[in-house]
């Protein structure tokens, strides 16, 4: 499928890429750029790329497909740095879960001959490094492709075949609906939960272990997305902020009337919002995007 | 153990016991009381329970140890249907998620022979009924033990020994602190759920599927919780609403000051939170309330 894939960073989702294309066989050569020497060894070591350098410039020379997947704060340097070392006619990349900047900050600076085309795979899991990456992430998940002007058609297609080998669903959807779109089903719910965890542990005092002991009531599955990449999360809130705010005053606005309810002891209002929100689990099963077993099967 | 056992409510919980029952050999007999024939036929042809019947008074009688585990509403009813048919020096227990209300019910109602001591297994998944009960619900999750002046020194050992029989660990809380942990570890993390699903359903416009599509950003976490039994979370949150409505509050505080960090744009600050609540997921799966594998294990 490509001659040479170059991943910037390769972390959780850049490794399972890295992955994912050895063992569908989609490149010749898999290289990475990694800041640190540590990780450029690693990434070696697991065998998951063929070639590793902090030398972004050099190691992006001669690539079909170039794809970003470092935190979001990182992409200007990065494409600042790379901009002059892209091959003519090839593909350039994202993973990352905002689109708006980066749109903007691509348009400015590379070249009108690179195909410009963003992605977001809608997949993680709440552990970071190239170490917890895996070729089965994308299974059955949605990778939502931000093609621009700057797109050829023919890459596209190419990029979504390629999304589509790594085990993706795959949907074209512009920045603005995207940034929209996540910031509800993805941004709010991690800002949630890193939120009540923060009440949590500022209501706990040192050494009281209650807090922990009894999170199986409810608390512990806030935590694991809690447990998320921190500069990663900080980056997604900074740039889709605008989204963001908007969907924390409808949270409140939504909070407070379920405190009025529960205020005035009005037991019909709860138990017909609780009733609401059921349906939803039960597509989203049947959309394949959770298991249907109780607990997330776990024991 | 016991001669013979009655649970008043064969749901999640109550069926979940029975089956512990059985098949740890805790009881010559266990027998079932439920509002509906069609659930009394089925815990009977499910092989969950001896006998079942919608005539409380009459199978509670006789019974060493009647355990109510329907939602937090229909107590009343039930103590005030059954208190002169307890056999003296029986144990009265239940598994109630909030004590205050409780246990001032009982004091008015039961008489003094009786030996009443509350539990609550921190146990649960997000399913309903008799149907999905399993013996190892409780393997490993703390019960919580509320003895009243009403308690049987004697008997307090008895429930411990059988709770534990059942998988659990146990600890003993009065109800006031009972009740404040538990709307920290538990209730404010299922109405923030129910809230989150909420706010998103009010969003998502007729035939739109993208919230469901790409819920597996975040979203598909709180849908799981917002899932669980409506009757059971709308009497939580009205007998526990004292310490809920402080717990929202406290949320909306921090949630606030969330806001101002992205509104300003304070990566530093936004960071900083993030990275403190990564440690308490290390601390919950080190306690055994929570399983190592990222993602819950999901596939």
């Known amino acids: 499928m490509f001659k040479k894939v170059c991943i910037i960073g390769c972390g959780l989702i850049g490794s399972s890429i890295a992955r994912g294309i050895k063992k569908n066989k989609l490149a010749r050569k898999v290289v990475s750029s990694n800041r640190s020497n540590k990780t450029n060894k690693k990434v070696i070591k697991l065998k998951i790329v063929d070639e590793a350098s902090s030398d972004t410039k050099k190691i992006v020379e001669g690539s079909d497909l170039i794809i970003i997947s470092s935190p979001l704060s990182s992409y200007k340097n990065i494409i600042l740095k790379i901009k002059s070392y892209i091959k003519n006619g090839a593909i350039l990349t994202d993973v990352g879960s905002v689109k708006k900047n980066t749109i903007s900050l691509i348009k400015k600076n590379i070249p009108k001959d690179i195909s410009w085309i963003s992605s977001h795979p809608i997949a993680g899991t709440e552990d970071s490094g190239p170490e ?23 890459d596209v297609k190419l990029l979504k075949k390629f999304w589509r080998k790594l085990g993706s669903r795959v949907d074209v959807m512009d920045e603005k609906k995207h940034d929209y779109i996540l910031s509800i089903t993805s941004h709010m719910p991690h800002l949630i939960a890193y939120n009540i965890v923060n009440t949590a542990l500022k209501i706990k005092k040192k050494k009281d272990r209650n807090i922990v002991k009894y999170s199986a009531g409810g608390l512990r599955d806030f935590t694991r ?75």
């Not at 059955?140 to 931000?146: A, D, E, P, S, Y």
């Open 225 to 299: 997305i809690a447990a998320s990449n921190p500069i990663m999360w900080r980056d997604i809130f900074i740039q889709n902020g605008e989204n963001t705010l908007k969907m924390i005053d409808r949270f409140i606005e939504n909070l407070i009337d379920l405190k009025k309810s529960i205020k005035s002891k009005n037991g019909k209002k709860l138990e017909k919002t609780f009733r609401k929100t059921k349906k939803i689990r039960k597509e989203i099963i049947e959309a394949g995007q959770d298991i249907s077993k109780p607990d997330f099967g776990r024991k």
């Open 132 to 154: 917890s990456g895996f070729s089965q992430l994308f299974k059955n998940k949605w990778c939502i492709l931000t093609p621009s002007k700057q797109s050829n058609n023919k």
